[in-house]
């Protein structure tokens, strides 16, 4: 599928129907939020560069237990694996 021509559509239709608006959502205040939490816990000695892979490791560990716990939420919105189309 070329993505191009999809430009319009929604990432659900045209990337990957598991990109669901609620999917997204709960990614991106996971971002959010721990990116806002190590912004606020830096120390004086962090540089910029840190901070970014700080912020980074804290976004994938806080995903990874996410998605361990199936969101606390009930929400589902990671797969464990890839599916094929």
């Known amino acids: 599928m070329n993505t191009m021509e999809n430009i319009d559509l929604p ?3 045209s990337i990957d129907p598991a990109l669901t608006a609620e ?4 990614i991106a205040a996971i971002i959010r939020d721990e990116t806002d939490a190590k912004i606020d816990a830096r120390d004086p000695r962090d540089w910029n560069w840190n901070i970014g892979c700080d912020c980074h490791a ?11 716990a199936n969101m606390p939420t009930g929400s589902s ?3 464990s694996r890839a599916t094929s189309t």
């Open 58 to 68: 804290w976004v994938l560990n806080r995903m990874h237990g996410a998605r361990r």
């Open 77 to 79: 919105w990671s797969r």
């Open 23 to 26: 999917r997204i959502a709960a």
């Open 11 to 13: 990432p659900w239709d």
